[in-house]
């Protein structure tokens, strides 16, 4: 069973424009939301969180939307620059150190010339 | 900021041989790390949670026998595939959280042959 699903396995954008991510999770004692990006053969880099409490975080270029009600959550990256092409990861988990990461399979963003 | 170090970054071995991977926090304690594997253009699938000094915890459908797991230190956690098969080729992803971020090691590719 999924817990954290990213619908969408691509996306493909032009650059300059709105990059929209979304990710969908089931587990209601999920409290804090992360955004990972990844190149191949490479690690994730954390990109940017969000906690329940919170319904948007904004860091830069990057902007993390979370509705707790739908239980979703989306990364607007606006605008979009062609080193933003990557494989994005959703994750989900508790607040408390050792708690799981859930991650979601990852959407492959696109920046198109 | 913090740092997870991973090594080897690939490493190809032959059926039946074992292969160990380290990982390393470098400028924080992480009395927790986590093992993560990944498939391709599969999500990152949490393998086991290394607790210094004592057992590590699997999740369901790995083998602690065949993935052997030591936390000897609050910065090192060494993961070992034990006489390793073709199906083991995968990409393994170490990370250790400071404070909110989990913060990933850049992976090692393992290839058996």
């Known amino acids: 069973d999924q817990q954290v699903k990213q619908n969408s396995p691509s996306l493909s954008v032009q650059e300059g424009r709105i990059s929209i991510l979304n990710c969908d999770y089931t587990?209601?004692?999920?409290?804090?939301f992360l955004w990972y990006k990844k190149y191949p053969a490479e690690g994730p880099t954390f990109l940017i969180s969000?906690?329940?409490?919170?319904d948007k975080n904004e860091d830069g270029r990057f902007t993390v939307f979370l509705n707790k009600s739908a239980k979703h959550l989306s990364l607007h990256i606006v605008p979009s620059q062609p080193g933003d092409s990557a494989v994005y990861f959703c994750?989900?988990?508790?607040?408390?150190?050792?708690?799981?990461?859930?991650f979601g399979k990852g959407t492959r963003l696109h920046i198109l010339p | 900021g913090a740092v997870v170090s991973q090594h080897p970054s690939w490493v190809i071995c032959k059926s039946g041989t074992s292969v160990k991977i380290e990982c390393r926090s470098l400028?924080?304690?992480?009395?927790?790390m986590f093992w993560y594997r990944q498939f391709p253009k599969q999500s990152l699938m949490l393998m086991a949670t290394?607790?210094?000094?004592?057992?590590?915890?699997?999740e369901q459908g790995v083998e602690k026998d065949k993935f052997l797991i030591n936390h000897a230190s609050l910065t090192l956690s060494t993961l070992t595939v034990t006489s390793a098969h073709p199906e083991d080729s995968s990409f393994y992803i170490c990370?250790?959280?400071?404070?909110?971020?989990?913060?990933f090691g850049n992976g090692t590719r393992l290839t058996v042959t």
């Open positions: 290394s607790n210094e000094g004592s057992k590590a915890t699997y």
């Open positions: 587990n209601s004692m999920f409290d804090y």
């Open positions: 990370s250790a959280r400071e404070n909110s971020p989990l913060h």
């Open positions: 969000i906690s329940s409490i919170k």
């Open positions: 994750a989900a988990s508790g607040t408390n150190r050792d708690d799981k990461i859930i």
């Open positions: 400028d924080f304690q992480a009395t927790t």
